[in-house]
């Protein structure tokens, strides 16, 4: 992705002034001054020139001694976005996303997705007239992020390539189950290594590494090999036991089958515990090669309550291999944890922006 326009080269010392005011509140020039022991002229002469970057902006002004009122600065989160897209059988979804992190604008668009020309060239479309009315409102977009899913059954999948080419800005192509696991970081900073599954239709997953997500296939672990046909080819995959077939009844949708079972029918009951049992064997093979926290994702997800949490928790510490602590890590040897992730409806296009704007805040320095 050219870069070239979007990062202007900065002076010796102008850096340190914009992570001061990235990772913070709006600060006055004396402030800033103080936090960074430098002379007035010298932050005078780098405040201009990051404000003729456009990467500060005045924040406001703030009450200071002598009764004056000071301006104040704050990085400008609105400098640049991303747009995050994902497309559904029926639907484009578009989700501007600023430097901070936040979703500036969203766009939602009912289409029937196609694998002809025809559909790549609406697809096309449809988000470059989102990326227009962005930089319109005042916030250019950086590029465009495409959440693409990799699933083993690829007979009716789409040619994001084709849809890409067809884009006038930059494109960057985010696997669908690691761009949940960059929305996750963005709500977690801290999140270093972690195991992504989300719980839908199907089961996918993302492996976090260092901080950085990487396609996983744990949805194929078998789990009994004499268990029913996984479409991967194998037999008794997690797939086949935790996807959302398990637990619903013919026609029964999500909201129903947890409704139900929150009135005790006996079994709705019995299938969520075997559903329960399934996944915790999986998180207990996960665990037996890498003691880290494992996030809950997809619409399955957002219907786990802190019980049934607890109850996942449960089965996998009785597991010794599983109910060890990180090695190496340093100082927190608290064991890995189980808990439910963001589970937002559209998390894939959100984390496809995400992933270009920390690769920007990564440039600036801002980011490790
Ligand atoms: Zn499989």
Same mark, same amino acid.
């Not at 786990?304 to 597991?319: K, P, Y």
């Given at each position: 992705m050219p870069h070239d326009d979007h990062i202007p080269a900065l002076p010796d010392g102008a850096d340190e002034i914009l992570a001061l005011l990235y990772h913070g509140e709006p600060v006055a020039k004396r402030g800033i001054a103080d936090a960074l022991h430098i002379s007035a002229p010298t932050l005078n002469a780098r405040l201009r020139l990051l404000e003729d970057a456009g990467l500060i902006v005045v924040a406001g002004h703030r009450q200071s001694t002598g009764g004056r009122r000071a301006r104040t600065y704050t990085f400008n989160y609105r400098r640049r976005c991303a747009i995050g897209v994902t497309i559904r059988s029926t639907e484009i979804v578009c989700i501007a996303v600023g430097l901070d992190g936040t979703a500036l604008d969203e766009r939602h668009t009912t289409i029937a997705a196609h694998a002809d020309a025809a559909f790549y060239g609406r697809a096309a479309r449809i988000i470059d007239e989102f990326a227009e009315q962005v930089a319109a409102a005042g916030t250019p977009p950086l590029g465009v992020g495409l959440a693409v899913p990799r699933h083993i059954n690829t007979a009716s999948s789409l040619d994001y390539a084709a849809?890409?080419?067809?884009?006038? &800005?930059?494109?960057?192509?985010?696997?669908?189950?690691? +761009?949940? *696991?960059? !929305?996750?970081? #963005?709500?977690r900073p801290a999140l270093r290594d972690a195991v992504c599954l989300f719980l839908g239709n199907h089961i996918g997953s993302a492996v976090l590494q260092g901080g950085l997500p990487h396609t996983g296939a744990l949805e194929h672990m078998p789990l009994d090999p004499d268990g029913p046909r996984c479409e991967c080819g194998g037999n008794g995959c997690l797939n086949v036991y935790c996807s959302s077939a398990n637990l619903t009844e013919e026609g029964e949708s999500l909201p129903g089958f947890f409704g139900v079972l929150e009135q005790g029918e006996v079994h709705h009951r019995d299938r969520m515990r075997e559903w329960l049992r399934s996944l915790a064997q999986a998180i207990i093979s996960i #665990? =037996?090669?890498? =003691? +880290?926290?494992?996030? &809950?994702?997809?619409?399955?997800?957002?219907?786990?309550?802190?019980?049934?949490? !607890?109850?996942?928790? #449960?089965?996998? +510490?009785?597991?010794? =291999?599983?109910? #060890?602590? *990180? *090695?190496?890590?340093?100082?927190?040897?608290?064991?890995?944890?189980? +808990?439910?992730?963001?589970?937002?409806?559209?998390?894939?296009?959100y984390g496809a922006a995400y992933a270009i704007v920390r690769d920007h805040l990564r440039e600036l320095a801002l980011l490790r």
């Open positions: 849809i890409g080419e067809r884009i006038t &800005l930059p494109v960057t192509t985010t696997e669908r189950y690691c +761009a949940y *696991a960059f !929305a996750e970081l #963005r709500a #665990r =037996a090669v890498f =003691a +880290a926290d494992v996030l &809950l994702c997809g619409p399955i997800a957002g219907f786990l309550d802190d019980a049934e949490i !607890a109850q996942l928790d #449960r089965l996998v +510490a009785g597991h010794p =291999a599983a109910s #060890r602590t *990180a *090695a190496g890590t340093g100082d927190d040897d608290a064991p890995p944890r189980i +808990a439910r992730g963001l589970c937002d409806v559209y998390q894939d296009a």
